[in-house]
């Protein structure tokens, strides 16, 4: 046999165990949505959960409806918050392993990035002065304010790696500090803040939380994450090349500055746009990809769709225990991230042989 | 050279915002600390001293604070500094108004607060050099004081008060404030008329059986933070002749509720507590009912169905309990207190305790 068939042979092998694993995965997010629209605070569970989607899908079967308050939890309180784990998931999760990836640093999250300090100092400013950038209510101002100022650390990162010529160690350097310079910003305005209840709400925003989740917020963040997700799937042969190193890159004709440039974009507008609605959620975005690069490698047109997965698996599984475990009452999900995330996670690189980190 | 021009630009646009946001962070917090002494910068210093230098018998009287600390007062007390918001409207609702020579940035009622200096945000930020330079004779402070600064103002002779200015403490506080201005009977009569209002609303709601009595879904500060059973807003929705809807299980000292909870509850009356931070004006009020009439997960309850929606300011929960009481009471059974009037009360008791004629939105609608 010829090496280039071998080679062939063990490409298409690796290739459709890659496929698997993400139909695995896929399967696994099934179950998990099927038992969060299961369970919660109010008394619908598998059966009349059922009875109310498939009457719902299935207009003409509605043989026995379920009551109006039994399908307003499923249809509008338990569904729109199922549908925004995943996508959040999905989306700082895919953003994550792109970043990873650019900047060839297995610890870059969007806490190192700046863009959480970021987030959270417009989310503080709106919580505790109820100031903001544009004049919106309620949480509306939060959501605003979150999402611009995320923007604004991106561009100060931008701004400032470009000083130096953009690479990939001016950027983590300086998204670094403007975290910082963020973070420092946000304690002043905790120190300050003049209502006693203002803290804990901030810090229950810092801690993440889906809990206000509704279609409107499902409408605005989905189409963002949706299309900046499937542009990093683009960039995945770009990151490939980039992930040989800069000159490698170089000689094969990618703009390694541009490729950077333009994920930067990609990963704050999904990851500002979701932090916005549901508060810094930690953790996903630094541990999904590596996750998947642990079932799959680091091949990015792979890895990319199977961090997204994993991540919407993550967020989700930990959001519905989040609304479980003291119910009534809500607990923020951010915690439960990562007390579920970091068992698994050390389970896995313990008893994985495979060098997933080059 | 374009690269360079475009280089220079860019560096010069990122110092810029990073000066922008710094320097609008700084000046945020500069106009915070300001802005409420800022009508009168220089009060008339003439207002106390006169007081201070007449030898009298020296009796001290001992006082239980808040924190179970015996506190030893040198009578008579002419010279305070109050640093708990709140405390200064009891103070000079029996008499004590005068003596207030430095208070914190949120004691802002009465209206004659604001000659008096500010020398502390609140009691977590007390200025320690400018309290002493006032050469109190009392620190008046609630539980943001942290223990070392406590002992410092201890350490030179200067006694501490610490309260906390709600129910259920809101009761002994005052009586204390009464002991050390020596002003008990004053204290008792501001005492009293709250009392008399608590024993009305009980006497009415006394023969209500517990189905007759509407279910309340409270709300403070943020969408789902809500109180649990025991707590202070608690005990006055059940006060009021309500029963609330929030588990009697939550240890959590904010809980949040889950939305699909309150929606399979469907609360009779919903009641959003307003703070300082939402405004204080017309529209806020009008803006937070209108936020919880078209939250989606409140849609089905039987209070938005009715509009049952009620907006009521902190002030009245916290430091005129008798008032809040009033209007929850007259809410949730508005047959039963037709002929009250909440808000007539209110004025009585400001006119009565302050001389003076209340403006301002305190419940809505």
């Known amino acids: 046999m010829s090496t280039a068939a071998e080679l062939r042979r063990l490409y298409s092998k690796g290739k459709k165990r890659k496929v698997l694993a ?12 099927v038992a969060s629209v299961s369970l919660g605070a109010g008394s619908p569970r598998f059966i009349e959960a059922m009875n109310v989607i498939f009457s719902r899908v299935f207009p003409f079967f509605n043989i026995n409806p379920e009551p109006a308050i039994t399908q307003f939890i499923i249809m509008d309180l338990r569904l729109p918050r199922i549908v925004l784990a995943i996508v959040a998931g999905a989306g700082l999760a895919a953003s994550g392993a792109t970043m990873q990836g650019v900047l060839r640093n297995p610890l870059v999250s969007s806490y190192v990035l700046g863009i959480s300090a970021a987030a959270g100092f417009g989310a503080a400013l709106a919580i505790v002065f109820g100031i903001s950038v544009i004049g919106l209510f309620g949480g509306y101002v939060i959501i605003a304010n979150a999402f611009l100022f995320s923007l604004l650390a991106m561009v100060l990162v931008y701004g400032i790696a470009r000083m130096r010529g953009i690479s990939t160690e001016t950027v983590i350097l300086a998204g670094i500090a403007i975290g910082f310079l963020f973070s420092a910003l946000l304690s002043l305005i905790q120190y300050v803040a003049p209502e006693n209840e203002a803290v804990p709400a901030v810090v229950y925003w810092l801690m993440g939380s889906l809990h206000t989740s509704t279609w409107t917020s499902v409408l605005i963040v989905s ?32 703009n390694s500055k541009r490729v950077l440039g333009i994920n930067m974009v990609l990963e704050t507008l999904a990851t500002a746009s979701i932090i916005a609605f549901s508060g810094v959620i930690g953790f996903v975005d630094l541990i999904s990809p590596h996750i998947a690069r642990m079932l799959i490698g680091s091949d990015h047109r792979f890895l990319i769709p199977c961090s997204a997965l ?17 119910a009534p009452t809500e607990l923020p999900v951010g915690i439960v991230t990562s007390l ?17 980190w080059r | 050279m374009e690269v360079n021009y475009l280089k220079k630009t860019t560096v010069a646009l990122t110092v810029v915002l990073i000066a922008l946001i710094v320097g609008a962070s700084v000046y945020g917090v500069y106009t915070l600390y300001s802005s409420p002494a800022s009508p009168t910068p220089s009060p008339s210093p003439s207002s106390t001293p006169s007081l201070s230098p007449t030898p009298q018998q020296t009796e001290t009287v001992t006082v239980v604070d808040e924190t179970g600390v015996s506190v030893e007062v040198t009578l008579p007390v002419t010279r305070i500094v ?48 400018q309290i002493l330079e006032l050469n109190p004779d009392l620190i008046i402070a609630d539980q943001g004081l942290s223990d070392a600064n406590r002992q410092k103002f201890e350490a030179v002779g200067v006694p501490v008060i610490v309260e906390m200015l709600m129910e259920p403490r809101l009761e002994d506080a005052i009586r204390n404030f009464g002991t050390v201005l020596g002003e008990l009977d004053k204290a008792n009569d501001y005492i009293n008329f709250t009392q008399s209002y608590e024993t009305l609303v009980k006497d009415r709601i006394a023969t209500l059986s517990q189905s007759e009595k509407p279910t309340v879904y409270f709300e403070w500060y943020q969408p789902w933070y809500t109180s649990s059973l025991g707590d202070s807003w608690d005990e006055l929705i059940v006060s009021a002749g309500g029963q609330n809807i929030a588990p009697s299980t939550l240890n ?13 509850q469907s ?51 916290v430091l005129r309990p008798a008032i809040g009481l009033l209007y ?22 400001i006119q009565k305790y302050f001389g003076i004629t209340l403006s301002g939105v305190f419940a809505y609608p």
């Open chain 1, 22 to 33: 993400i139909f695995a995965l896929f399967i696994a997010l099934l179950v998990a949505i």
């Open chain 1, 223 to 254: 189409p963002i994450v949706l299309i900046t997700v499937l542009l990093m799937v683009q960039q995945s042969w770009n990151i490939n090349v980039l992930s040989m190193g800069e000159d490698v890159a170089t000689s094969l004709g990618v």
């Open chain 1, 310 to 326: 994993t991540g919407a698996f993550m967020l989700l599984c930990s959001d519905t225990v989040a609304r479980l475990v003291l």
């Open chain 1, 340 to 356: 579920l995330g970091v068992p698994f996670f050390i389970y896995i690189l313990v008893s994985k042989r495979r060098q997933s």
């Open chain 2, 82 to 129: 109050n640093i708990a918001p709140g405390a200064a409207e009891i103070l000079c609702a029996i008499g004590g108004g005068e003596k207030i020579v430095g208070r914190d940035a949120y004691s802002t009622f009465p209206p004659s607060m604001s000659a008096v200096p500010i020398v502390a945000e609140s009691s977590f930020g007390p200025n320690m050099e």
């Open chain 2, 252 to 264: 959590v000292s904010n809980p949040i509720l889950s939305p699909e909870y309150v929606a399979e």
């Open chain 2, 267 to 317: 609360p009779e009356i919903i009641v959003r507590m307003l703070t300082r931070m939402d405004g204080e004006d017309n529209a806020a009020f009008e803006t937070l009912r209108n936020e919880i009439l078209s939250r989606t997960g409140l849609s089905t309850t039987t209070a938005v169905k009715e509009s049952n929606v009620f907006i009521i300011h902190n002030n009245l929960l």
């Open chain 2, 328 to 349: 929850l009471a007259k809410w949730f059974h508005p047959t039963l207190f037709a002929d009250i009037d909440p808000a007539a009360i209110h004025v009585q008791m």
